[in-house]
């Protein structure tokens, strides 16, 4: 059985208003077996498109590398940003050593809402993912049915939002459409998004995310 341990801390700052939270990076980012492309920082891997995602919207021009520059372009956007990054998984086991949610057993949650009590500017999170069987909000779920507290609907249409109170302090869920090119199946199937590719052919599932994401990143 692999143990496959989250590599990185979570990324938050005293005025960090947004938290993107997913479950964890690839097991390489584990082992140190990066891809050429990678970058060893979260969401670095070259199969997740969050950081294609954020160049596009912010023309930033990133570097996709194995640089230490690479990191810093990341971590400057997120400060200049007021955005942190807190993965709701601190580790779990698999059998077979691959990315899947699916995959994951004897899984261990981080303490999302002490983060959230500690850090008290923060008052959205963006799932990178909605409420399928071990996505960032399906643990999510989890972790506030623990701590007595359960999410509210705010809106049903994708990406779905929801909220909740924590000591008098509303904060709001996001759940995006994952980053992951496991979803372009899902997306394909979205009546937006087959309306906005009939009406322009050239419209991809890659555009799709950029315009859902650039309202909240």
Excluded at 4 to 17: A, E, K, L, R, S
Excluded at 63 to 80: C, G, P, V
Excluded at 89 to 102: G, M, P, Q, T, Y
Aim: aromatic share 12%; charged share 25%; glycine share 6%.
């Amino acid at each position: 059985m692999f143990k496959h341990q989250h590599p990185y801390v979570p990324f938050i700052n005293n005025d960090t208003t947004k938290l993107i939270v997913g479950t964890l990076p690839p097991p390489r980012f584990s082992t140190g077996d990066l891809l050429e492309k990678d970058v060893d920082f979260c969401y670095g891997s070259y199969y997740n498109s969050l950081w294609l995602f954020i160049d596009k919207i912010h023309n930033l021009k990133l570097r996709f590398d194995n640089s230490q520059e690479a990191i810093s372009e990341r971590k400057q956007f997120l400060i200049n940003h007021k955005i942190g990054v807190c993965d709701i998984v601190e580790s779990c086991e698999r059998s077979k050593i691959d990315a899947s949610d699916l995959g994951m057993q004897n899984i261990v949650l981080r303490d999302l809402i002490g983060y959230l009590k500690q850090y008290t500017k923060v008052d959205t999170l963006l799932f990178t993912g909605g409420n399928s069987k071990n996505g960032p909000e399906f643990f999510f779920r989890k972790h506030l049915k623990e701590k007595g507290l359960k999410l509210e609907l705010i809106t049903n249409e994708i990406p779905r939002i929801h909220q909740f109170a924590l000591n008098k302090r509303l904060i709001k869920t996001v759940s995006l459409t994952s980053a992951s090119g496991s979803a372009n199946r899902a997306i394909g199937s979205m009546p937006l998004y087959q309306q906005l590719k009939n009406s322009d052919s050239e419209f991809n599932t890659f555009d799709f995310r950029v315009m859902q994401y650039r309202e909240f990143i």
